[in-house]
């Protein structure tokens, strides 16, 4: 019986750790647009690896209550949640693409732009109306736009979406005058 136990958490261990070996990267990029620290120079965003690991740990301590559920949308919704919960620790600017932005604006953002979260669900993930939600993405979008950020930066704009013309993408659903 304890063999079978012993297998059966070795599995486990192997399944999380390619888990985490295919999402990591994008995790953390995550992590650190939330916490609005600079990307570079690497080990200089202590904030989000935290941020990240603590996800990760409840993540893995979920592990077998996924029944076949995404793994990634699990982490990605403890880190959004963890970020909020924590977001009096991120108000100061700390040099990242966003830091101009307030913490529930980065949060916004980076689920709506960069990770494509539905305006619903985000809303649902925060508990916010989904009519705060857009407001809330809009305003994060206009202050970048304004404030010239994302020229040239691993921002929402750099995430795949708005084709490096320097301005981030507007909110999916709504179209900006």
Same mark, same amino acid.
């Given at each position: 019986?304890?063999?079978r136990a #012993?297998?059966?958490?070795?599995?486990? /261990?192997?399944?999380?750790?390619?888990?985490? /070996?295919?999402? &990591?990267?994008r995790l953390?990029? #995550?992590?650190?647009?939330?916490?609005?620290?600079?990307?570079?120079?690497?080990?200089?965003?202590?904030?989000?690896?935290?941020?990240?690991?603590?996800?990760?740990?409840?993540?893995?301590?979920?592990?077998?209550?996924?029944?076949?559920?995404?793994?990634?949308?699990?982490?990605?919704? $403890?880190?959004?949640?963890?970020?909020?919960?924590?977001?009096?620790?991120?108000?100061?600017?700390?040099?990242?693409?966003?830091?101009?932005?307030?913490?529930? $604006?980065?949060?916004?953002?980076?689920?709506?732009?960069? $990770?494509?979260?539905?305006? $619903?669900?985000?809303?649902?993930?925060?508990?916010?109306?989904?009519?705060?939600?857009?407001?809330?993405?809009?305003?994060a979008v206009?202050?970048?736009?304004? &404030?010239? /950020?994302?020229? &040239?930066?691993?921002?929402?704009?750099?995430?795949?979406?708005?084709? &490096?013309?320097?301005?981030?993408?507007?909110?999916?659903?709504?179209?900006?005058?």
């Open positions: 019986m304890a063999e #012993t297998h059966r958490d070795r599995l486990r /261990a192997l399944e999380f750790e390619a888990f985490v /070996a295919g999402a &990591g990267g953390l990029h #995550t992590a650190t647009l939330l916490t609005g620290e600079p990307s570079q120079p690497p080990g200089s965003y202590v904030r989000a690896e935290a941020l990240l690991r603590a996800a990760l740990a409840r993540t893995y301590a979920d592990w077998d209550r996924l029944h076949g559920g995404d793994p990634y949308d699990r982490a990605r919704r $403890e880190l959004a949640l963890r970020f909020a919960r924590e977001a009096r620790r991120h108000q100061r600017p700390r040099g990242g693409p966003l830091d101009r932005l307030t913490p529930i $604006e980065r949060l916004v953002l980076v689920l709506r732009m960069y $990770e494509e979260v539905g305006e $619903e669900q985000t809303a649902a993930l925060l508990g916010l109306p989904a009519d705060r939600v857009r407001a809330v993405c809009a305003r206009a202050a970048l736009r304004t &404030g010239g /950020a994302g020229r &040239g930066s691993a921002g929402p704009a750099g995430a795949g979406r708005g084709g &490096g013309t320097g301005q981030a993408p507007a909110p999916r659903g709504r179209v900006t005058p």
